[in-house]
Structure formats: structure tokens, C-alpha cells
């Protein structure tokens, strides 16, 4: 059995980057049933990062044929609709943790307990004195690390706002800044450069996703600012990118990775190159949010991941088993996703 429902979700304001404003979420919420277990998914598509949500639809068209043979490896082989494969490769790993009684992200290879992983605060794009009280709240909020978006003013209006987001937290707060691929070369050199005094923990994607050689070379420049990539990993092969040596850090979104289990393994690959992984989301319903969670938790020494994105939403799909409390969010500890919409 597999049940597909159309959602939208409003946010509670807008979240300003560098490519617009993202103002609503639409998506679909699976449900499957496998080997007597129901198993939650989610499809969050965000063009830029994934699909489009007609492509969306469309690929999820052919889950229920999919599903009544249980041939999921088809299903599964999706790689050009990866928030589509996301909801499938989701409800079908939760439906398999429950069966092995354990939490997903013991189910995605971690053996170990983990109780928390901690996050950082997203601060969307705003003149420098509102960027600075929105960092300072998140600060008195209990996050040590937050970071900015940038790239949509001019570098030195973004370098100004930093400055002084640095000047009100001082320096034992960590900082990040996100551009979502605005800059050209020279005003991404430009950028880390004026940054550079401000010991950011990186920056990420300051050129277009597809500039992989472009962002090796930034590495390679004069200055030490760490870089992160995102956008190109929805553009790229992750071994493209590692064997480039373009960055420093990467941010997976499971979204736009097609799954939980393509995200750890992403992560393994990261880390046998020498390089951070980062889990972050495109801003998703609870369901998908709490699976981007376990794969966090399914990563040794995973660093702050962007996954305090529940404040954005002015409503969800349910109540949120992974609440963000002092910079950190619990990780759910019941078998599977452990997220219960009340109508199982
Ligand atoms: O990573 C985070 O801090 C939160 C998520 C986030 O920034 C984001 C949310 C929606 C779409 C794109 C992005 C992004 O990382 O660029
Ligand atoms: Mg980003």
C-alpha cells in the first residue's frame, strides 16, 4: 500500500537569499506499508536544489505500480527526480528501522548512542542592524553557531553586516556565511578577502553551482577562508568535487541527494577525502526534517548542521519529535523516523 498527499506550508516569513525569497512549501507526504510496518516520506522539491514539483508528481505517478509488485529497486533507481526518490527511499528505511526495532539513524550505520547534534541558526538576508539583532537572538537563544545569507547586496554591504555581526557576538560564536552561488570570481575573491579578519568557519557557495574548477581555485588563492559547497552538489557527482578538491566543507541536503541512505553515504565519501560534511534541509516538512536529523546522528563528529529550520514554518505536518533547545536538537530514539502524525 502507498498513499500520496499533496501539502503546502506557509512559512512564517520569508527566508531573503541571494536568489529570492522562498515564501511557501509545497510537497507530498508518503505513506507506505511494508512487511506489516507503516513508513513515512517525504518529497520537498525546491528547483535549484531538486526537481520541480510537476516533475515531482510526476515521478511519484508511478510509486503505487511500484509499490503493489514491492519492487522498490526500481522505484529507488530514480536519479533525475530526487525529492521524489527522497520520499521513497524514506518511507521504505523507516518501515525497515521499525521492523529491526531501532532508530533510523542506528538503521543508516551508526551503532553508537547519540542524544543530541548540534545546529545553527539560519539569519536570511536584512540590513546589517537587523542581521545583527537576528544573530544576537539566536545567540541568547542558546545557538553558537549561525550563518548568514549573503550575496544579495553588494559585497561590501555583506562585508559590513558581517563586520558588525561580529562586533555584537564577539569572537567565541561560530560564523558562516551562505551566498547561494551570487558572486563571480572577482567579487568571491573580493569577498573573502574583506572576510577574511573575521574568522568565518567557511563560505559557502559563493560562485554558480557549476563552477567546480572556479571554487578550487578560490581555494587555492591567497587568503584562508574555508569554502562550502551546496548548490553543486545538486549539480555534481560528489566524486567530481572531492577529486577537484573544490571545497573544504560540504552541505547535503538529503532532498536534493534523492535519500537518507544517499546523504550518509555522500557523508562517507566526504570524510574518506578529508572533507566536512554538513547536514542542512531545503526547508522541509517534519517528516523530512527529522530524517535529515538522523542522518546527522549517523555521522561520527558531525559539526553544526542547518537543521533548526522548523521556526520558518508557520505550520507543519505534525508535531515535531526533534525540538532545537539550546543550539542542539534531540534525536529521536524510538524505532524508525519517530515521527507520528496521529493516523497510523
Ligand atoms: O543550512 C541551513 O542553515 C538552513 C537551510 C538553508 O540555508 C537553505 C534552505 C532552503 C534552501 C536553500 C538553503 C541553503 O542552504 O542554501
Ligand atoms: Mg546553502
Same mark, same amino acid.
Given at each position: 500500500m502507498i498513499d500520496i498527499e499533496p501539502y503546502h506550508l506557509d512559512l512564517a516569513r520569508p527566508l531573503s537569499t541571494a536568489r529570492g525569497e522562498i515564501e511557501e512549501r509545497e510537497g507530498f507526504l508518503v505513506r507506505i506499508e511494508y512487511a506489516d510496518q507503516v513508513g513515512l516520506g517525504e518529497a520537498a522539491p525546491l528547483p535549484g536544489w531538486t526537481e520541480s514539483l510537476d516533475a515531482c508528481r510526476e515521478a511519484l505517478k508511478y510509486a503505487p505500480e511500484l509499490a503493489r509488485d514491492e519492487d522498490w529497486g526500481v522505484a529507488l533507481?530514480?536519479?533525475?527526480?530526487p525529492a521524489a526518490r527522497h520520499a521513497l527511499a524514506l518511507a521504505l528505511a523507516d518501515a525497515r528501522a521499525k521492523l529491526n526495532n531501532t532508530p533510523l539513524y542506528r538503521y543508516l550505520g551508526n551503532e553508537r548512542l547519540v542524544r543530541r547534534v548540534p545546529v545553527n541558526a539560519t539569519v536570511g538576508d536584512a540590513d546589517a542592524e537587523t542581521t545583527a539583532r537576528r544573530v544576537t537572538e539566536a545567540v541568547e537563544n542558546g545557538f553558537e553557531c549561525v550563518k548568514i545569507k549573503v550575496g544579495a547586496r553588494s559585497v561590501a554591504e555583506d562585508t559590513d553586516r558581517l563586520r558588525r555581526v561580529r562586533e555584537v557576538v564577539g569572537d567565541e560564536v561560530a560564523l558562516r556565511a551562505d551566498a547561494?552561488?551570487?558572486?563571480d570570481r572577482e567579487q568571491a575573491e573580493q569577498a573573502l578577502e574583506a572576510v577574511e579578519?573575521?574568522?568565518?568557519e567557511y563560505v559557502e557557495q559563493?560562485? &554558480? @553551482?557549476?563552477e567546480v574548477a572556479a571554487h578550487a581555485g578560490l581555494r587555492n588563492g591567497g587568503n584562508e577562508v574555508p569554502i562550502a559547497l551546496d548548490e553543486s552538489l545538486a549539480e555534481r557527482p560528489v566524486t567530481d568535487l572531492l577529486a577537484a578538491e573544490a571545497a573544504d566543507y560540504l552541505v547535503l541536503k538529503p532532498m536534493a541527494l534523492g535519500g537518507p541512505d544517499r546523504a550518509r553515504n555522500v557523508a562517507r565519501q566526504a570524510r574518506q577525502a578529508g572533507v566536512t560534511p554538513v547536514l542542512s534541509t531545503t526547508v522541509d516538512g517534519v517528516v523530512a526534517r527529522t530524517a535529515a536529523v538522523h542522518v546527522a546522528a549517523a555521522i561520527?563528529?558531525? &559539526? @553544526?548542521?542547518?537543521?533548526?529550520?522548523?521556526?520558518?514554518?508557520?505550520?507543519?505536518l505534525g508535531p515535531d519529535p526533534a525540538p532545537v533547545a539550546d543550539g542542539r536538537i534531540e534525536v529521536p530514539q524510538d524505532k524508525g523516523l519517530g515521527v507520528d502524525l496521529g493516523d497510523e
Open positions: 533507481g530514480e536519479t533525475s527526480a547561494n552561488g551570487a558572486w579578519p573575521l574568522d568565518l559563493p560562485m &554558480p @553551482a557549476e561520527p563528529e558531525i &559539526p @553544526a548542521c542547518g537543521l533548526a529550520t522548523a521556526d520558518w514554518l508557520a505550520d507543519d
